[in-house]
């Protein structure tokens, strides 16, 4: 569930609402610090360089492990994705080949690679994922990693694949790469039946709501995106950011019936649906100028009357923490957080933790490490950082 890919995914969709020139001088001194550390790393690691890095797995999500370090050949080919037998996936990345970043052993420019629990590494050569131009194509992990969904160039549509069975089905629809938009969206329901697809950022057409096993599809409203499908629903919601009214929406995957509710200016960053159906989580902007940035509190909306139930002050974050998005719940009072831990523009690292709702406590999840950019990636029942 991924954005910003590389030149970035939400930045680059938003670039027009930020002042580039202030941003950049108020951070210069930082980020000259870091790459002068960066250059002196990567000349200690030489060819050795980690592609990715997983500390932790997410509670609920698979099965519990030590933390342990999953390490990319650095020598040798990649294989395929094996037409069955592939155990779930840890995330997923995409590769770049012309990056500022280190460029990957084996590498082939605009593709994805996913990781496993058990850390093989594949590549996914079905999968469409960067094409000059800033156009980043979608790739779905479901939440238990067993299936996942991408834009298929050869089908011309979305696939959705069944990793240890090997099964594959494409949409019942023909979907142009223009179609797509620049950052498209794309969530997965746990059985793989159901798709929901908007064209991100573009909102110049309806996006869709695809039904694998019925071989129908229905529109999804022009501006509200996907956020969880959940069991005979799909929850939409709509931000402020591009001069919309905010906004919930637990929309019946039939088509019709729900209605979207407002909620106030300040919501962004929506979370899936909770567990009990009865709410979702959201953050709340700050007063600064920059329009990503939040006030550090985290507030529970009714799903029916978009009021807030409970708002609380986050405890545990790092204090430079940016790019915060929320994503599924993991049990009852935990949903899932994405951050990463600085402002830079090409930061790598990608830092997952559970915030309790009830408290406002963080805990650590997981890090991840991206080729080139923390929003390069896709995890299983999480999002992927946005800023």
Not at 206 to 228: C, F, K, N, Y
């Amino acid at each position: 569930m991924n954005r910003l890919r590389e030149a970035l995914d939400d930045v680059a969709a938003d670039a027009p609402a930020i002042n580039l020139a202030d941003w950049a001088i108020t951070r210069s001194r930082r980020r000259r610090r870091a790459r002068m550390a960066a250059a002196g790393a990567a000349g200690a690691a030489g060819l050795a360089v980690l592609t990715g890095v997983v500390l932790g797995v997410f509670p609920g999500i698979g099965p519990s492990q030590p933390d342990r370090t999953i390490v990319a050949a650095a020598t040798g080919k990649i294989a395929d994705l094996p037409g069955r037998g592939v155990g779930p996936l840890s995330y997923a990345y995409r590769t770049f080949c012309h990056s500022s970043a280190p460029v990957l052993t084996d590498c082939r420019n605009g593709g994805w690679r996913v990781v496993t629990r058990a850390g093989e590494t594949y590549h996914v050569p079905q999968a469409l994922g960067y094409k000059s131009g800033q156009s980043f194509y979608p790739l779905a992990i479901s939440r238990d990693g067993r299936i996942i969904a991408y834009y298929s160039r050869p089908a011309r549509t979305f696939k959705v694949r069944d990793l240890a069975s090997g099964a594959e089905q494409a949409a019942p629809v023909a979907i142009t790469e223009a179609e797509l938009g620049g950052n498209a969206r794309l969530e997965l329901s746990d059985d793989g039946r159901y798709l929901a697809f908007t064209g991100y950022p573009s909102r110049k057409a309806d996006g869709l709501i695809i039904d694998m096993r019925a071989r129908t599809t229905l529109p999804l409203p022009m501006g509200w995106d996907p956020r969880s499908i959940d069991g005979a629903t799909v929850t939409l919601t709509r931000d402020a950011k591009y001069g919309q009214q905010p906004g919930i929406w637990v929309m019946p995957l039939t088509g019709g019936g729900g209605s979207p509710i407002a909620v106030g200016e300040a919501y962004t960053r929506f979370s899936g649906l909770a567990p009990d159906g009865s709410g979702l989580a959201a953050l709340r902007r700050d007063q600064s100028p920059y329009p990503y940035s939040y006030d550090g509190t985290i507030t529970v909306l009714d799903a029916k009357t978009g009021k807030a139930k409970k708002t609380v002050t986050m405890r545990g974050l790092r204090k430079d923490s940016r790019g915060l998005t929320l994503g599924a719940w993991l049990n009852a009072s935990e949903v899932t957080l994405a951050t990463t831990p600085s402002d830079r523009w090409n930061e790598n690292r990608h830092i997952t933790y559970a915030v309790n709702v009830e408290t406002g406590q963080v805990r650590q999840l997981a890090v991840y490490r991206p080729q080139s950019g923390a929003f390069h990636d896709v995890i299983p029942g999480a999002p992927a950082a946005a800023w």
